[in-house]
């Protein structure tokens, strides 16, 4: 039987010749209204394009189940996420089978530009005028945040694979979002307490200046106090920064033994090239990464980055399953590995599409959500696995070390495994987030 697999690419506009509609609202969205640009146009400024649609593929209707992959196409983010979130998102589709109860499934994209303004928008365009029934990725917290504000008041569903501030499940809890892949606290209780536990008692930090990097320096600073450590100083830099030397020579003048680099993405990789060529570690200073992607090491190479330690849910050569998976997605993304993000992306949506089809009905958010959490996961990356009654995705987390350049035995070969961290102690309990979800 043939499949009938409807995926489109588009950003922040359906194509002209798709009709825009809601489901709440069948017909609205015909017309702009003032200020809005026309279907199947961009909108000066808020990284719109037309829709794409894909090689062979309808155009989806009315009718369609509509995933929007929301993230930074073409920033500090995009390796770690970007079209990689795409193609993710794309191959849950296909193993989904294309369509479920007669409805074709269709994947949509947009670039929130590190924004929360721009994120809000386009999701908010894409709840209302063009019946999108559940957002997925969203890395960059802030743009995250906003957009777990729009999806509650809409009542539809994010799937966040991206961010990582713990908010999501904590204070900010929506009965609409399940936060999947990974956040700061559980970066804090495996890198940061690692780095602590072989030595690293006193602590600097460079961090970046928005929700994300407050929340993992927060976090990260929680757990040295706690073992007994001091943090002796920080800085704060801004999103997408190229020049990190004077933070640089503050780290290195607070003579800190561990200089934590509560960043992500490029000004992680500007920060460790840069402190490489400072020397920085000759002095017998650490440099914690506590935020790094598979990306980020390919872009540092091993000479740089080797010798790194990392937490994720998520190594593509960690067993046969992710192993064979990886590789149908590197034949899909220029031979690129994928990262935690793009496997939380997949799992995300299959998770999602499996419940959709039992329930037989998307248009609920909330009781999809509920559903989502009630049935068990089960996937080929992250293995079996529950959702917390605040929407927190529980799995083990891994401790890695990033090899050294004579213990790689070819491309994209970067992980030690340092160990494992349960399920059950890998994220923060849900009693302890503060999220009023948890009764």
Known sequence: ????????????????????????????????????????EAKPGDGSQAAQPASGAAVADAAAIRIGVLNDMSGLYADLAGQGSVEAARMAVEDAGGAIGGKA???????????????????????ENEAVDVIVDVPTSSVALAVNEVTRGQNRVFLASGPAAAE????????????????????????????????????????????????????????????????????????????????????????????????????????????????????????AG???????????????????????????????????????FAERHGGRMPTM????????????????????????????VAAMKRIPTDDPLFGKGTIDPNGRKRHPMYLYQVKRPNESKGPWDYYQLVREIPADQAFQAPAETGCALVK
């Open 168 to 287: 999501l499940t904590g204070s900010a809890c929506s009965p609409n979002t399940v936060h999947w892949t990974y956040d700061t606290w559980a970066l804090a209780n495996g890198t940061g307490r690692e780095v602590v536990r072989s030595g690293g008692k006193t602590w600097f930090f460079i961090t970046a200046d928005y929700a994300f990097g407050q929340a993992l320096e927060r976090d990260v600073t929680a757990v040295v106090l706690m073992s007994g450590g001091k943090v002796v100083g920080g800085v704060r830099h801004p999103l997408n920064n190229n020049d990190f030397s004077s933070f640089l020579m503050q780290a290195q003048g607070s003579k800190a033994e561990v200089i934590g680099l509560a960043n992500a993405g490029g000004d992680t990789i500007n920060t460790i090239k840069q402190a490489s060529e400072f020397g920085l570690g000759k002095g017998g200073q650490k440099l």
């Open 105 to 127: 499934i269709a994947v949509i994209s947009g670039d929130h530009r590190n924004k929360p303004d721009v994120g809000s928008a386009v999701a908010r365009r894409w709840f």
């Open 1 to 40: 039987m043939i499949r009938r697999i409807a995926i489109l690419t588009i950003f922040t506009m359906i194509s002209a010749a798709m009709p825009a509609c809601s489901k709440s609202e069948p017909g609205q969205g015909g017309e702009a209204k003032p200020g809005e640009a026309k279907p199947g």
């Open 341 to 368: 993000v793009h496997a939380g992306v997949y799992a995300a949506v299959r998770h999602y599409l499996n419940v959709v089809a039992e329930l037989g009905d998307e248009g609920d958010g909330r009781a999809v």
């Open 290 to 328: 506590l935020l790094v992607f598979l990306s980020d090491v390919h872009a540092l190479g091993l000479d740089v980055a080797g010798g790194l330690q990392l937490t994720s849910p998520f190594y593509w050569d960690r067993d046969d399953a992710t192993r064979a998976w990886s590789k149908k």
